[in-house]
């Protein structure tokens, strides 16, 4: 909490376009955030003290209404496909006089400075401008917070405005429906409307991030966690929903830099942000109890129900959506490293739960095969996740984070292989989907075998195994690996009837390499002759 409040001048208000706004609530603590939201009847307290709330029409981002202004910045640069949609620049200018009218015309707003990146030679400032006290608090927690003597003076670098009951008229406003977010490189800005999604904040920034570090700074942004050993050795975790990527590198004997987002420079790994947004379906104790005891005075659970007749959450309603969330501070976890900052990664891991059942539980990439698989970004869906879904489905997200990539998923990729080059990288494929079949006919790979697996890579141990090629996907299967049977290490073999492992197999393959062909034209030939040979 500030010791004394702090005040926006009316110069730098009338600066944003706010001159006309009746009460501005500048950089309050979460205590007050807290009570603000409560008293405003925006929200209620859980028993732990945990602030929730109700996200309103939107549950969950909206990718097909994230917008990027086309012009001379971008027009040249970014990869436009559907989730990089181009907007005009008319638009931005008539969305931003709108949403600061509407601001101007409610009692009151909430800013907020705070910036992102840990590493301070790629610092952003960031000035956030909210229309709800709760949305300000998820600012507080997923944003690195400045020191109080660093107010005086702040400059930001970006602007975020966000006012989730503005709602755009399409017919006039560019946009697809009501709701949107869109992105000005050229301005500096991203104006949100029409949602109140508070991830759409974080992914706006983490959008922007993944064209200026890239582009203009040679710095490697990624969607991964990362922690780190007693020794400084990082590790990197990459993967989609559901693959393992917050469980498996929340290590009780590794200090954890971020569960989310990350840059890789020549010197080391970085955190952008200063919190984690996790997902809190089914949470519980036992399974993670980092996250369930982060729920506390600070924190911001969204779109959950309580246990009929108490406060406690019911973390296993799915009444509103499945997407239940937390944001919290990094320091809310106990092992965090702060700050969020470590040396070159030593051993990357690509997290995948494969419910076709035909990847190995472990196995080692080559450059070329990391680049190609980093580029796929595969996962599967099982029976039941989605409507209509009655057989395992797989998944493809460039770079596992293809809606938040401005630029052409190659530049990523040949960025990530320069890195792993240089500094000789050891790149794991890890499996924690099933083994023996299918969903439905073999076996999920239990977690105490894929977590003495990555052990033993990130030990040295997997040094020390034979090695033989997967026959179709070319990724080094080891032979043995302390703490796990070995009947299970090579995928074939695990099935009772081995002609339908190869014909799945197979499958999959084709769909990899379909997949594939629309980045074709962006990428070396190392990483072309890395594809699978069904």
């Not at 006309?20 to 500048?26: A, D, E, F, K, L």
């Not at 600012?139 to 107010?151: D, G, I, S, V, Y």
């Not at 755009?168 to 406003?173: G, Y």
């Amino acid at each position: 909490m500030l010791s004394t409040p702090i005040m926006l001048s009316d110069k730098t208000l009338v600066s944003l376009g706010l001159g006309s706004c009746r009460s501005v609530h500048y950089q309050l603590s979460p205590e007050e955030l807290t009570e603000q939201t409560i008293l405003r009847g925006q929200g209620l307290l859980s028993d732990t003290g945990a602030l929730c709330i109700h996200t309103g029409e939107f549950t969950g981002r909206s990718p097909l209404d994230k917008f990027t202004v086309k012009d001379a910045i971008t027009e040249n640069t970014v990869d436009w496909n559907n989730f990089n949609i181009p907007i005009e620049e008319k638009y931005f200018h008539q969305l931003r006089k709108k949403l600061l009218d509407y601001l101007n015309r409610q009692p009151e707003v909430w800013i907020r400075d705070a910036y992102a990146c840990a590493d301070p030679a790629y610092r952003i400032n960031i000035r956030v401008i909210n229309e709800q006290p709760s949305c300000n608090l998820f600012a507080h927690n997923m944003f690195l917070r400045p020191e109080e003597r660093e107010l005086e003076g702040f400059q930001a670098d970006w602007h975020i405005i966000h006012a989730p009951g503005f709602k755009a008229d399409p017919a006039v406003d560019g946009t697809r429906q009501h709701n949107f977010a869109v992105i000005s490189f050229t301005h500096k800005a991203i104006l949100i409307g029409g949602t109140g999604y508070t991830g759409e904040i974080k992914k706006g920034i983490f959008t922007i991030l993944n064209y200026i570090l890239p582009q203009n700074r040679q710095v490697l942004s990624m969607h991964c966690s990362a922690n780190m050993g007693e020794k400084g050795d990082v590790a990197i975790f990459f993967g989609l929903s559901g693959t393992g990527k917050t469980t498996l590198s929340a290590d009780p004997d590794r200090k954890l830099i971020g569960d989310d987002e990350h840059g890789w420079t020549n010197q080391g790994v970085f955190n952008f942000e200063g919190g984690c947004y996790a997902k809190t379906i089914d949470l519980s104790e036992e399974k993670e109890p980092e996250i369930y005891h982060a729920i506390r005075p600070g924190a911001l659970v969204e779109n959950v129900g309580f246990i009929n007749g108490t406060r406690r959450i019911d973390f296993a309603s799915k009444a509103i959506t499945e997407n239940t969330r937390v944001s919290y501070p990094l320091h809310y976890i106990s092992n965090a490293q702060e700050p969020a900052m470590g040396g070159l990664p030593k051993n990357i891991f690509f997290l995948t739960c494969d419910a076709n059942g035909v990847l190995p539980p472990i196995s080692k990439l080559n450059p070329g095969q990391a680049m190609y698989q980093f580029i796929s970004g595969y996962t599967a869906k099982v029976a039941g996740t989605e409507a209509g879904v009655t057989e395992p489905k797989s998944t493809f997200s460039a770079c596992f984070g293809a809606p938040f990539l401005p630029l052409h998923p190659g530049r990523y990729a040949e960025m990530l292989g320069e890195k792993m080059k240089a500094h000789r990288v050891n790149v794991w494929m890890v499996n924690t989907g099933w083994s023996g079949g299918c969903c439905g006919a073999g076996n999920r790979v239990k977690l105490s075998y894929t977590r003495a697996m990555i052990t033993a890579a990130l030990n040295g141990q997997l040094d020390y195994a034979q090695y033989k090629a997967h026959p179709v996907f070319g990724m080094m299967i080891p032979d043995a690996c302390p703490g796990v049977p070995s009947e299970i290490l090579d995928p074939r073999s695990t099935w009772a009837d081995q002609t339908a492992y190869d014909a799945k197999c197979k499958d999959l393959a084709r769909q990899f390499i379909k997949n594939f062909e629309k980045y074709a034209g962006g990428v070396s030939e190392e990483i072309l002759a890395a594809a699978p040979t069904p």
